[in-house]
């Protein structure tokens, strides 16, 4: 398996709940590395520009109002398979389907209140960490 990186964003829900700590330590015990980290209030262009990708949805507007309603905690994560591995820390969109033990089934109230958002792909990781994170910005955790 490689090493790869992946974005990850604990979303106002989470960061109001006071559970940054938690969310690190789930990360931290299984072999995510934090090697770039920043907490930011997003603006609704920020919001907007980052889930341009659901755009046509209906859901749309109210992501992007949810994600500008308060701060969120943007950080890249490192490790062997991260992409993957964020994935099934995180748990189903929907928290009422995510696996117990899920950061979304432990944390996260509602779909569309979900805690934490992760890069689905490859292709995608690499965007979103640009998005947010000039490359002299990120340190290798190795
Ligand atoms: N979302 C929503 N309503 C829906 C589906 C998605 O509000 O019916 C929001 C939710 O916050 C989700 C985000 O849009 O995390 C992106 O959707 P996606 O299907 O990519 O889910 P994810 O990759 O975050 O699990």
């Given at each position: 398996m490689a090493?790869?990186?992946t974005l990850s964003i604990i979303k106002p829900d989470a960061v109001a709940k006071n559970v940054i700590g938690k969310i690190y330590s789930?990360?931290?015990?299984?072999?995510?590395?934090?090697?770039?980290a920043k907490m930011a209030?997003?603006?609704?262009?920020?919001a907007?520009?980052?889930?341009?990708?659901?755009?046509?949805?209906?859901?749309?507007?109210?992501?992007?109002?949810?994600?500008?309603s308060g701060p969120v905690m943007i950080q890249v994560l490192e490790g062997e398979d991260a992409i993957a591995k964020n994935r099934d820390l995180m748990g189903a969109t929907d928290p009422k389907?995510?696996?117990?033990?899920?950061?979304?089934?432990?944390?996260?109230?509602?779909?569309?209140?979900?805690?934490?958002?992760?890069?689905?792909a490859p292709?995608?990781?690499?965007?979103?960490i640009a998005f947010f994170f000039p490359a002299m910005n990120v340190y290798s955790g190795r």
């Open positions: 090493i790869e990186r789930r990360f931290e015990t299984n072999g995510l590395k934090v090697i770039a209030w997003l603006s609704a262009q920020e907007g520009e980052f889930y341009a990708v659901h755009k046509a949805r209906p859901f749309y507007a109210d992501l992007v109002k949810f994600m500008t389907k995510a696996a117990p033990g899920t950061i979304r089934a432990d944390f996260a109230e509602s779909i569309d209140a979900n805690a934490v958002h992760g890069s689905d292709e995608t990781a690499q965007v979103e």
